[in-house]
């Protein structure tokens, strides 16, 4: 009796495990789908961002412009970082997400269970080494490095303009 009951625990466990692995493969066509999909307007967001705010800066810092453009340019500001941020927060949510996979199962010392833990564990770590990772256009991963070098070109092209501009 005390075999079968074995016997039938481990089988829970595998398809339990099976259907893990399936969700998981599921979640990630999900992710390569969404991928695919927002791959051209991620591109336009990391790349029309910082041109967008470098025109709107300029604009904000002529003498000739009346105070409503300027307010009106501040808040066009805000709204375009805002907007860039999003992005680029979810696409490192996802990252990490996808990496505390691994790191789960790493800090679970799951090759010291049983075997039929091994098979599926093995394939899930696996996977785990590979990070979900949004893309915009191929050129770049949409994170918060991406932010931050998209607020870095920003500023670059403002000083260029507003250097050339002197």
């Known amino acids: 009796k005390s075999g079968n009951l074995k016997f039938k625990y481990e089988e829970s466990l595998r398809e339990a495990l099976k259907s893990s692995v399936q969700h998981h493969n599921v979640i990630l066509e999900a992710c390569k789908c969404a991928s695919t999909l927002l791959n051209l307007p991620l591109m ?7 041109v967008l705010l470098c025109m709107s800066g300029f604009v904000m ?5 009346p105070i409503i453009a300027n307010i009106i340019s501040l808040l066009f500001i805000g709204g375009e970082v805002i907007y860039a ?23 679970d010392d799951w090759w010291e269970g049983r075997d039929v ?13 590979r ?10 991963d949409v994170n918060n490095a991406a932010f931050s070098n998209i607020i870095s ?14």
């Open 44 to 50: 336009t967001v990391m790349f029309g961002t910082a």
């Open 61 to 65: 810092v002529e003498d000739s412009v």
């Open 85 to 107: 941020y999003l992005f680029c927060y979810y696409g490192e949510m996802i990252t990490a997400t996808s990496l505390e996979i691994g790191d789960e199962l790493y800090n």
């Open 117 to 129: 833990f091994r098979p599926y564990m093995a394939m899930i770590s696996l996977r785990s080494n």
């Open 131 to 140: 990070p979900i990772k949004l893309s915009a256009g191929g050129f770049t």
């Open 153 to 166: 070109t920003s500023y670059s092209y403002f000083n260029l303009m507003f250097t050339s501009k002197s």
